[in-house]
């Protein structure tokens, strides 16, 4: 089964905190995303990548940036945490060069900042 | 923005079949209807996608309009872990890219 996994299920930061947000697939797919949840929103797209050192900004990718150094990892990474950050994180990941292919979610990391 | 819409909550009996609107009216010739379904405390979970065709799985079937302005996802025989919120999504084509556009999805309860 394609495996996607999250560091945390759970996370509370302080506003102002560094936060870092890993997300590892196991089925060498090119694509790796990260969304946010919010209630009655959906998800919304933050960041995407389609290849190692490759990434693309999604609709929203204010206050986020990512890294891709290696294949399978992608993370996420909040320079400055503040409260309106505090929110449902997923990450996915999908095979194919233009990520147009069924997109795997990790469970998601709960971050609260407050 | 979103470009589909659903409604926000439906039942339905176990043992029926569910079946799920989503209108897509302004969707284009060469974008995909995608269905995922969250259930709680879980990432989402992909069911199926179509862009003219009816499709089918081992999960649901899908019916396209001919006019593709609205779709109904099938669940044919719905147990009580089907309860879960089902999002109808249009993949679209950004800068080569192609990107989920999410709603806010359909709350789908299986009553006993």
């Known amino acids: 089964d394609v495996k996607v996994t999250q560091s945390s299920r759970y996370l509370v930061k302080r506003t102002g905190e560094k936060v870092f947000l890993e997300c590892v697939q196991d089925m060498d797919h090119e694509n790796m995303f990260w969304y946010r949840q919010d209630p009655g929103l959906g998800l919304r797209l933050i960041y995407f990548?389609?290849?190692?050192?490759?990434?693309e900004k999604g609709d929203i990718p204010e206050g986020y940036s990512v890294s891709r150094e290696k294949k399978e990892r992608f993370s996420l990474i909040l320079e400055s945490a503040s409260t309106n950050q505090t929110s449902m994180y997923l990450c996915?990941?999908?095979?194919?060069?233009?990520?147009?292919?069924?997109?795997?979610f990790g469970p998601g990391t709960r971050l609260t900042v407050l | 923005d979103a470009k589909t819409t659903q409604p926000p909550s439906m039942d339905c009996a176990e043992g029926r079949a569910a079946n799920l609107p989503c209108n897509h009216s302004t969707i284009s010739g060469n974008e995909y209807v995608y269905w995922y379904r969250q259930i709680h405390s879980q990432g989402p979970q992909y069911i199926i996608h179509?862009?003219?065709?009816?499709e089918t799985n081992e999960m649901a079937s899908l019916i396209i309009t001919e006019d593709r302005k609205s779709s109904t996802l099938i669940l044919p025989h719905a147990t009580l872990r089907d309860t879960a919120v089902y999002y109808c999504i249009v993949r679209v084509v950004i800068d080569s890219n192609y990107q989920l556009i999410w709603g806010a999805g359909t709350k789908l309860i299986i009553k006993p």
């Open positions: 990548s389609y290849d190692v050192k490759m990434k």
């Open positions: 179509g862009l003219k065709n009816n």
């Open positions: 996915a990941s999908s095979s194919g060069g233009t990520s147009g292919n069924e997109q795997f």
